[in-house]
């Protein structure tokens, strides 16, 4: 699976679009008040990332098990410091409410936390590259 985003900023104008393979999507994000650079910051896009990403695995891996999840909430939070510091004290904590007993939720809980892929990779640390 290729996955890419793209923003294209400029005076009011905040363009982006996310591409799963060949399925575009854009999103809204309103530009910021003096009309350049996007109103949501990155670390926002960061910690939403992890909370969809969660989310949409909890859908998904319940599924495989028979579970019936009927809502999901995710809160992600993390604290960034001046510019140029890496953010610090990650940490999510989800609220599933689904047709089994609770000691089944929780081991969905926590089988999510293994596999969901954005938080794997942030775990593990990735390598990002400039192309010049």
Known sequence: MKVSATISN??????????????????????????YGSSVNGAEFLLTSLAVCY???????????NIEV?????????NFGADGEPGFNFSYK????????PDRIR??????????????TLRRGVEINLIK
């Open 55 to 65: 989310c949409n695995d909890i859908y998904r891996e319940a599924a495989k098990k």
């Open 94 to 101: 989800p609220k599933v409410i689904a047709n089994v007993a």
């Open 70 to 78: 009927t809502s999901v909430e995710v809160e992600v939070t993390a």
């Open 107 to 120: 081991q969905l809980i926590e089988h999510v936390d293994s596999v969901a892929e954005i938080h794997k």
């Open 10 to 35: 400029s005076l009011n104008q905040n363009n982006i679009t996310v591409v799963t393979n060949d399925n575009s999507k854009a999103i809204t994000v309103t530009s910021k008040p003096s009309g």
